[in-house]
């Protein structure tokens, strides 16, 4: 089945360094790719999707390339701020779209000051 | 922004006891899932729901049960509470269409004691 793998964390960062956080997928087709970020006390909001091959999503500084060579769609920003602290989900949905999204296990950002 | 809602953000019960955990959406749309979160930040999809009268189970559906007799109502029910019950629990919902990203409640934090 489909399935898709993230870094594990916790990833500490200084303010303005740069972030990459790692998602590979194993799927069938073409399913669109997805990065979700929750805020600790809240649920999960979208950060940005892809939908198909070389698309680039983005959002709040934050970027990533729907690589279907790699099966890859590895989240990455510039320079971190101390509010980008949360746990970052990598997402899939089949080709169809008829069964339900498939996570990642999430990984922990903390930025320092 | 959230239009989905979920009752109680918090709710501390015995164990034995009968729950149910509310969830509404008031953007129409036709799939929405609840989701157990581990304390690690793991998601495990529990049920979900395709529209008026359909239901499905998840990974971890055993002990609770799900009804959607309204689109926009999805409640879940634990019929006979435990501790290994205390968890996180997340509702969320999407459009029918393909690449259509979740839009999550902030969670019912369940605590059995």
């Known amino acids: 089945g489909d399935s898709v793998t993230q870094m594990e964390g916790p990833v500490t960062l200084s303010e303005e360094a740069f972030l990459t956080i790692n998602c590979t997928y194993t799927a069938t087709g073409y399913p669109s790719l997805f990065w979700y970020v929750q805020y600790p006390g809240e649920g999960l909001q979208l950060l940005l999707k892809a939908t198909k091959a070389d698309d680039k999503g983005s959002n709040k500084g934050f970027e990533a390339t729907y690589r279907k060579e790699t099966t890859s769609f590895h989240l990455e920003k510039g320079s971190v701020q101390v509010s980008d602290s949360a746990v970052y989900f990598c997402a899939l949905t089949s080709n169809s779209g008829n069964t339900p999204l498939v996570f990642g296990k999430g990984t922990r950002l903390s930025v320092i000051a | 922004e959230a239009d989905i809602y979920q009752t109680p953000r918090y709710l501390v019960i015995g164990t034995g006891k009968k729950i149910t955990l509310e969830c509404s959406q008031t953007m129409g749309h036709d799939k929405m899932y609840w989701y157990q979160q581990d304390p690690g930040m793991e998601l495990h999809l529990i049920h979900y729901?395709?529209?008026?009268?359909?239901?499905e189970k998840g990974d971890l559906s055993s002990e609770s049960t799900v009804s959607r007799i309204r689109t926009e109502h999805f409640p879940l029910t634990l019929e006979s509470a435990r501790p290994s019950h205390t968890s996180q629990y997340l509702c969320?919902?999407?459009?029918?269409?393909?690449?259509?990203?979740?839009?999550f409640g902030n969670g019912t934090r369940l605590t059995v004691t």
């Open positions: 729901s395709y529209g008026v009268n359909s239901t």
């Open positions: 969320a919902s999407s459009e029918y269409s393909r690449g259509s990203p979740l839009h």
